[in-house]
């Protein structure tokens, strides 16, 4: 079970929200009621889920649970007795992946923490994608520049250019696209000594 970190300045409200928690079979569950330095706190302890329940949050006092969200790269269950689309909306772009409104009840606890785990999983699965494509088309653009580089310098066509950083990045057991960023770091020195 995941070790979890409930967040509520009301103690009889985190009572309650424990008591659900460990009723789920949750054990390693720590309850802070005190959110002064709340970001220090969330780094000593190290949860891998966070519970938030505001009571009456104001608007500073979401914006600051909003930040936290961004920063803290976790599940965050979020628990608010009013809101508006406004809100709603300011969590789901901070990442917080679940946010009930006027639904603390201590059966209800488990599942929206399973919830908020699985969205969070879903969501993170998502930005590896993105980035591993953000860094494939990157990959791809250096070493497009690199074989236009071969061509123009030696002459050599598009498919003999991708042979030699090919045959290059296999000799020195490096990846394609290394060999692409060095060979255009050392043309972007070389153009840069010619101009001086």
Do not use: C, W
């Not at 030699?164 to 972007?188: F, P, W």
């Amino acid at each position: 079970m995941p070790s979890v970190l409930v967040i509520d300045d009301n103690s009889v409200r985190a009572t309650i929200i424990e008591a659900g928690l460990r009723e789920a079979g949750h054990d390693r569950v720590t309850v802070v009621t005190d959110v002064t330095g709340i970001a220090g706190k969330i780094a000593a302890l190290a949860p891998d889920v966070i519970v938030i329940d505001l009571e009456n949050p104001n608007r500073d006092m979401l914006e600051s649970m909003f930040q936290l969200s961004r920063a803290v790269k976790r599940p965050i269950a979020m628990f608010v007795d009013r809101t508006d689309s406004d809100a709603i909306e300011r969590a789901i772009d901070a990442g917080v992946s679940a946010y009930v409104v006027d639904g603390l009840r201590q059966e209800r606890v488990k599942t929206i923490l399973d919830m908020a785990i699985s969205r969070f999983k879903a969501y993170s699965r998502m930005e590896r994608e993105l980035e591993d494509a953000r860094n494939a088309l990157q990959s791809r653009e250096i070493v497009d520049r690199a074989k236009r580089l071969l061509m123009a310098s030696r002459g050599l066509s598009e498919s003999e250019a991708y042979a030699l950083l090919r045959k290059t990045a296999m000799n020195q057991n490096r990846k394609i696209s290394d060999v692409a960023q060095s060979l255009i770091l050392a043309a972007d020195l070389l153009g840069d000594e010619g101009q001086t």
